[in-house]
């Protein structure tokens, strides 16, 4: 049983730096795909990054490459994104959510694969 609570939003300048924080209360984090997403108000949710596997290989989307990093702890069970540079249109409500891998080559970017979701955390950035 997985329950993820987002954490580490809030309002920063353009240009600024925010660390989101992923906390899965149960067990088995490690074992899931784990990825963010956000959604910007009138807008429909985006892929955003995710790592999965031992290795924890690391997948971004073209528009944060080189400015976001997503990383884990398994031993405390906890999803980070460290958001740097950020700019005004990176503005939305970001989620973690967690799935088992297909089992077929994929980048597991798109969020109807993902059956886990965290409740969001609202990251505002100001011009």
């Known amino acids: 049983q997985v329950s993820l609570v987002e954490s580490g939003g809030g309002l920063v300048q353009a240009g600024g730096s925010l660390r989101l924080s992923c906390a899965d209360s149960?067990?088995?984090?490690?074992?899931?795909?784990m990825g963010w997403f956000r959604q910007a108000p009138g807008k429909e949710r985006e892929f955003v990054a995710n790592?999965?596997?031992?290795?924890?290989?690391?997948y971004y989307a073209d528009i944060v490459k080189g400015r976001f990093t997503i990383s884990r702890d398994n031993a405390k069970n906890t999803l980070y994104l460290q958001m740097n540079n950020l700019k005004p249109e990176d503005t939305g409500v970001y989620y973690c959510?967690?799935?088992?891998?297909?089992?077929?080559?994929?980048?597991?970017?798109?969020?109807?694969?993902?059956?886990?979701w965290g409740q969001g955390t609202q990251v505002t950035v100001s011009s």
């Open positions: 790592i999965r596997g031992s290795a924890d290989l690391t």
């Open positions: 959510a967690a799935r088992f891998p297909s089992g077929f080559a994929d980048t597991y970017s798109r969020e109807t694969g993902y059956p886990l």
């Open positions: 149960g067990h088995t984090l490690s074992k899931y795909i």
